[in-house]
């Protein structure tokens, strides 16, 4: 799984299992992304085969699985660090400036890895608070 700004990918084999890092070979399966600003699965239009729903089906569960709710998006954050860009993205505007604020004076006063995983934990703060997100992570 590779993480480009708000959007995660994953890549299907044609026998519908989810390619493994360093065993499968990622040129010949399908690509999905999912975008976490708009928390909608994208296909990745080319691939070595024809799509199947059966295809887009198991994309779906594994993103799912993955970040399906606030509560499992905020779980893959604490263990993925995604950037302050990406985390910005998912936070109603008006917690936006608070929230880069704060992440601005922890970067003067700690190292990178310590203000990320410290902006990480603002982020989850407020990110559990339906109000605090963007429309489409509110249920």
Same mark, same amino acid.
């Given at each position: 799984?590779?993480?480009?700004?708000?959007?995660?990918?994953? %890549?299907?084999?044609?026998?519908?299992? /989810?390619?493994?890092?360093?065993?499968?070979?990622?040129?010949?399966? !399908?690509?999905?992304?999912?975008? !976490?600003?708009?928390?909608?699965?994208?296909?990745?239009?080319?691939? $070595?085969?024809?799509?199947?729903? *059966?295809?887009?089906?198991?994309? *779906?569960?594994? %993103?799912?699985?993955?970040?399906?709710?606030?509560?499992?998006? /905020?779980? %893959?954050?604490?263990?993925?660090?995604?950037?302050?860009?990406?985390?910005?993205?998912?936070?109603? $505007? *008006?917690?936006?400036?608070? %929230?880069?604020?704060?992440?601005?004076?922890?970067?003067?006063?700690?190292?990178?890895?310590?203000?990320?995983?410290?902006?990480?934990?603002?982020?989850?703060?407020?990110?559990?608070? $339906?109000?605090?997100?963007?429309?489409?992570? *509110?249920?």
């Amino acid at each position: 799984m590779d993480i480009i700004f708000t959007t995660l990918t994953c %890549f299907v084999t044609k026998d519908y299992q /989810i390619a493994v890092d360093g065993v499968d070979d990622k040129s010949q399966c !399908l690509k999905f992304g999912f975008d !976490l600003e708009f928390r909608r699965l994208n296909p990745f239009l080319f691939g $070595p085969f024809s799509v199947e729903l *059966r295809h887009d089906a198991v994309a *779906r569960n594994f %993103f799912d699985q993955l970040v399906g709710t606030p509560e499992k998006l /905020i779980e %893959f954050v604490r263990k993925n660090q995604l950037s302050k860009t990406s985390l910005t993205a998912l936070l109603e $505007p *008006r917690i936006r400036i608070m %929230f880069l604020s704060v992440c601005a004076i922890l970067e003067k006063d700690t190292t990178k890895e310590k203000c990320l995983k410290a902006c990480v934990d603002i982020w989850a703060d407020k990110f559990q608070y $339906p109000e605090n997100r963007i429309e489409v992570w *509110r249920n």
